[in-house]
């Protein structure tokens, strides 16, 4: 079955950059969508179509695409921003739905 | 404003049937293009992908869970039902409804969820 790959952890100090990436064969034909999710809390969207951002996300989250892989930025980290994130996609054939197995974003 | 709650049983025994059921409001499933997915996440584990519902009934499942899922809706009563056969303590997750976006037929995104519910499973 078709898999997204994401590293498990990621640490930042406050203010710099985090890159969280995620990996799939069919990532340059399928969009990506990346979800937040803090503890207990529902998943939320913070990146649709690779690179859009929903309105009410700040302007330090972005993504990217290339070839096989693409990434979730955020710039200019607060503390507040640590959570897990999430990769979404599809495979080949547009039929499933597949996550990725979440990255746990630390602000040191 | 677009808004889903789950609801259903906290605890089923092995080998039932859960049905859950998400009931939404601000949107409705008659309307072309709309759909509502379904997604678990086990304690401390990943999201995974369940089943998707689309405005005009066509139905999406996870091929590792085919066979024990069915996902209807009930436009009148703006709610969709999942249910899971043949229970399993490592079915026990927190599963969430939400709202799907995209474009026809694609499998699209989750833009509003659910707050999610606790399913155990245990005799």
């Known amino acids: 079955s078709y898999e997204l790959t994401q590293p498990p952890s990621v640490s930042v100090s406050p203010g710099q950059t985090a890159r969280i990436t995620c990996s799939g064969d069919?990532?340059?034909?399928?969009?990506a969508y990346w979800y937040q999710q803090k503890p207990g809390q529902a998943p939320v969207l913070v990146i649709y179509?690779?690179?859009e951002r929903p309105s009410g996300i700040p302007e330090r989250f972005s993504g990217s695409s290339s070839g096989t892989t693409v990434t979730l930025t955020i710039s200019g980290v607060q503390a507040e921003d640590e959570a897990d994130y999430y990769c979404?996609?599809?495979?080949?054939?547009?039929?499933?739905?597949?996550f990725g197995g979440g990255t746990k974003l630390t602000v040191l | 404003q677009i808004t889903l709650k789950e609801s259903g049983p906290t605890l089923v025994k092995p080998t039932q049937t859960l049905t859950l059921t998400c009931t939404f409001s601000g949107f409705s499933l008659s309307t072309s293009g709309v759909g509502v997915g379904w997604i678990r996440q086990p304690p401390g584990k990943a999201l995974e992908w369940l089943a998707l519902i689309y405005w005009d009934d066509d139905k999406r499942y996870s091929p590792s869970l085919k066979s024990r899922l069915t996902i209807t809706k009930d436009t009148s009563k703006n709610q969709v039902v999942l249910t899971m056969t043949n229970m399993d303590p490592v079915d026990t997750a927190t599963y969430y409804c939400?709202?799907?976006?995209?474009?026809?037929?694609?499998?699209?995104?989750?833009?509003?969820w659910g707050q999610g519910t606790l399913v155990t499973v245990s005799s």
């Open positions: 069919a990532l340059p034909k399928q969009y």
């Open positions: 979404q996609s599809a495979d080949s054939s547009g039929t499933n739905v597949v």
């Open positions: 179509k690779d690179s």
């Open positions: 939400a709202h799907r976006q995209g474009d026809g037929y694609n499998l699209g995104y989750f833009d509003y």
